[in-house]
């Protein structure tokens, strides 16, 4: 019989495809989305150079050690090797975390909202979950402090936080981890930190082996621009990342996400052009949003969260039928908000060139 506490359990809201909305609308023109925080730059072209050199090796299982990624990661970050766990997606790393981590009725704390997969991973697991609300639209370290009880085992910080964009300062961070009990992991998920520009955002890499220690997760689908191949990755202390690469399925990361996440890694002057540009759309879309009198939030990350000041569905659905595919936030409890992905320069002005047709009625 299926788990009781698995007969609600509903899907994870994914933003909706460019072909679906194709189909369902009949719509034949251009369609943009800004909807899942993608880059839509793509990734480095060495990347794909990678791909099509590794596909003479299809028919051999991957290295289930990943050696050489984790090699490149463990210079990047001056981490040991073995404290490199990667995941399918960084995604899968969360599971593999709340698997080692979380016994049934444990009890996991995030915010509300954060990222939907934190409870969903914590949930499948028999886990409880408390929710701290946002304070100011960031996490109220100082309310997670007060839930903390015997059977937490797990807190998740999304830092940048999605779907605002706001960030935990490194300060406020330290002084947090102090007060917590030393047999509790903080997951930091730095699913957008390449994004940020604030040099005073938390360094959970510093605090890896502290007490409680401090798992740091990061992507390759955001910034590196490799979402398709689902890759990403946790640096933890050795204790805890051997558990993990003992618990994950020997081959969770394939060949051609091992080899593009490398190239990728080792281009950084295409990742520095990318962000560049990021940074210079991210204050033109922040700015263009405040002149049509909407609320945007402060954002380190690839997106804007945005109030509309009144209930958001029609309007996302209005930009549906012109095209643009954007993120309604009743999910995350922001029903009078819509969250917008950074895109290029083009899709961007295709994006404001819609909503102002929208609300001009035309
Ligand atoms: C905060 C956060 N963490 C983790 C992820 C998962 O990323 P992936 O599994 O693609 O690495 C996402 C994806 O949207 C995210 O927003």
Do not use: W
Request: hydrophobic content about 40%; charged content about 25%.
């Amino acid at each position: 019989m299926i788990k009781p506490y698995l007969k609600d359990f509903k899907p994870y809201p994914p933003g909706k495809p460019i072909e679906e909305l194709r189909r369902e609308l009949g719509i034949e023109g251009k369609i943009v989305k800004l909807a899942s925080n993608e880059n839509p730059f793509g990734p480095s072209p060495k990347a794909k150079e990678a791909i099509i050199a590794a596909a003479s090796e299809l028919h051999r299982y991957p290295d289930a050690g990943a050696y050489n990624l984790r090699t490149a990661l463990a210079q990047k970050f001056q981490v040991h090797y073995e404290e490199i766990v990667l995941g399918n997606g960084s995604n899968e790393v969360l599971e593999l975390l709340v698997k080692a981590l979380i016994d049934y009725e444990d009890e996991a704390l995030m915010s509300e909202p954060s990222f939907l997969m934190y409870e969903k991973f914590v949930q499948a697991s028999g886990g409880q979950i408390t929710k701290i609300p946002l304070k100011n639209f960031r996490h109220d370290l100082a309310n997670f402090t007060k839930k903390v009880s015997q059977k937490t085992k797990i807190i998740f910080l999304d830092n940048p936080h999605n779907p605002t964009g706001s960030i935990i300062y490194h300060h406020d961070f330290e002084r947090f981890i102090k007060d917590l009990p030393e047999n509790i992991v903080v997951v930091l998920d730095e699913a957008y930190r390449e994004f940020n520009e604030d040099p005073e955002i938390a360094n959970g890499l510093l605090l890896k082996d502290g007490k409680p220690p401090v798992v740091t997760l990061r992507t390759f689908s955001k910034a590196y621009g490799l979402a398709a191949l689902r890759i990403g990755y946790g640096i933890m202390k050795k204790e805890l990342a051997m558990v993990l690469n003992a618990i994950r399925q020997p081959f969770n990361v394939n060949l051609l996400a091992q080899v593009a996440a490398e190239a990728a890694l080792k281009d950084e002057d295409y990742l520095a052009g990318i962000l560049k540009t990021f940074s210079s759309e991210r204050k033109k879309l922040f700015k263009a949003l405040e002149e049509l009198g909407f609320e945007p939030y402060p954002s380190q990350a690839n997106f804007i969260l945005v109030n509309t000041k009144k209930e958001a569905r029609p309007l996302y659905e209005a930009l549906l039928r012109k095209g643009v595919i954007v993120r309604s936030m009743e999910a995350y409890g922001f029903p009078t908000c819509l969250r917008i992905s950074i895109g290029t320069p083009e899709e961007n002005e295709f994006f404001l060139a819609r909503l102002k047709e929208v609300l001009s009625g035309a």
